[in-house]
């Protein structure tokens, strides 16, 4: 029955412990064959009442409102040669968030996506094979986990990816802010917010990545499919007129002894989109529906630093710029973004599987973007009918309690000052828990 299928993913991870056993005994003792992970992760939400003298189509309800999301995601990882694996990961996916996820550009809640339906739905999540060929013979050993093999990896390679997979797993990448299961849950932290990176409703996206790594640097490009619609569940398969390109330089560097890293991020977007200011010139409303064109351009840039300080204590910031003459069409609405913060490591009071995070996003609008949104258009996640335009101001605070090997649960605080960019509405509290298992 259909009620039952979400059922198979715990079931798998029960089996999880003998699996992992199998798969390091049917191969080398170093390097694993094959290999398979799990995780699951529930975020409850609750924000209160905030003021808002008005309200339009796209936004946040300023009643309370307490929301819960789950997803859980099987991670299966096949060796088929010495320079081919197989990555294939059924997930399931639940839950609405405020607003059905509106009324804020930088939402609060990583994990759930813009879909109609709460009821948890299984799909395939990534899909995709990797090639990597040595550049050199120098070897480095990497441990297994999910959608990676354990054993021997080469220093300098050429991998290229191929197939249906998140553009974000390879690209701005961050070791204190990128993943909204373990870290920070919003979505300007979790990610660049002005780089409207390619994706269907769920966050996933077809085509292919080719990556270059030396011992301490990485060259990455991808060209791979945007969605039909704004925030659309279908991928556009005229790769040759609409499609998302990107391409990110890394650098990864030693100071006074500790790690660190920078990223610089180019992107171009062509897809079937409307821009605000012939929108407006055009019909003197905001229909974008009738200015979209396909193959229009939508580019910008990003700087990703993160630097430890300590033994996993770190800082991180991002700066995030877009062009913001063309609608947002897969990710968010912001056209700047700048964020930075601190993660804390639990061992500074005896609990070393514990982290602390402290962070702050302000992220803003371009003119054209803005005078759209003040003259009552409405994006795919913001829209209030009206808009007194402030930069969208945003703190978030979290505890990570490893309770146990397999389980963290999560305390997060976060206050969005200007939701929408609107000086008229909130700030707005924002009280999470989140739990998550993996193995």
């Known amino acids: 029955m259909p009620v039952n299928r979400p059922l198979i993913l715990p079931i798998v991870g029960l089996l999880l412990p003998w699996l992992s056993a199998a798969a390091q005994e049917a191969g080398d003792p170093v390097s694993e064959r094959w290999n398979v992970h799990f995780q699951a992760t529930s975020i409850g939400q609750h924000h209160g009442y905030f003021t808002s003298p008005y309200e339009g189509a796209n936004s946040l309800p300023s009643h309370p409102e307490s929301r819960v999301s789950l997803t859980a995601t099987v991670f299966l990882t096949c060796r088929l040669n010495s320079w081919t694996e197989v990555v294939f990961n059924p997930e399931v996916a639940g839950g609405n968030g405020f607003g059905q996820v509106t009324g804020i550009a930088g939402f609060t809640n990583g994990e759930i996506p813009r879909v109609a339906a709460a009821t948890p739905t299984l799909y395939v999540a990534r899909a995709y094979m990797r090639n990597t060929w040595a550049l050199g013979p120098e070897t480095q050993f990497v441990g297994g986990g999910p959608n990676q093999l354990g054993g021997g990896l080469p220093v300098s390679r050429l991998s290229i990816i191929t197939g249906k997979f998140a553009v974000t797993d390879f690209f701005d990448n961050n070791t204190y802010s990128h993943d909204p299961r373990r870290q920070f849950m919003n979505w300007s932290l979790m990610s660049n917010g002005a780089w409207d990176y390619p994706a269907d409703t769920r966050g996933y996206t077809i085509g292919s990545i080719q990556e270059l790594v030396g011992r301490d640097w990485s060259l990455r490009a991808a060209v791979v499919m945007e969605p039909t619609e704004?925030?659309?569940?279908?991928?556009?398969?005229?790769?040759?007129?609409?499609?998302?390109?990107?391409?990110?330089?890394?650098?990864?560097?030693?100071?006074?002894?500790?790690?660190?890293?920078?990223?610089?991020?180019?992107?171009?977007?062509?897809?079937?989109?409307?821009?605000?200011?012939?929108?407006?010139?055009?019909?003197?409303?905001?229909?974008?529906?009738?200015?979209?064109?396909?193959?229009?351009?939508?580019?910008?840039?990003?700087?990703?630093?993160?630097?430890?300080?300590?033994?996993?204590?770190?800082?991180?910031?991002?700066?995030?710029?877009?062009?913001?003459?063309?609608?947002?069409?897969?990710?968010?609405?912001?056209?700047?973004?700048?964020?930075?913060?601190?993660?804390?490591?639990?061992?500074?009071?005896?609990?070393s599987g514990d982290t602390v995070g402290v962070a702050a996003v302000r992220n803003y609008l371009a003119g054209d973007d803005r005078r759209f949104l003040a003259a009552g258009g409405m994006g795919f996640i913001i829209g209030d009918g009206r808009l007194n335009y402030a930069p969208e101001t945003i703190a978030e605070a979290y505890y990570a309690w490893h309770a146990t090997r397999d389980w963290t649960f999560t305390l997060d605080y976060q206050r969005i000052v200007n939701p929408a960019y609107n000086r008229d509405r909130g700030p707005v509290s924002v009280a999470s828990l989140r739990l998550h298992w993996e193995r």
Not at 273 to 297: E, I, Q, S, V
């Open 230 to 351: 704004a925030n659309g569940a279908t991928l556009d398969t005229r790769i040759a007129r609409n499609r998302g390109t990107a391409v990110e330089w890394e650098r990864r560097h030693r100071s006074f002894g500790r790690r660190g890293a920078w990223r610089v991020l180019g992107f171009e977007n062509l897809e079937r989109a409307g821009t605000f200011r012939t929108t407006m010139l055009a019909n003197g409303a905001t229909d974008l529906a009738a200015t979209r064109r396909p193959g229009t351009k939508k580019y910008g840039f990003g700087l990703n630093v993160e630097q430890e300080l300590a033994a996993d204590l770190g800082v991180f910031a991002r700066y995030g710029w877009s062009d913001g003459k063309t609608e947002s069409w897969a990710f968010t609405q912001i056209d700047r973004s700048l964020s930075g913060g601190l993660s804390i490591p639990g061992r500074l009071w005896k609990r």
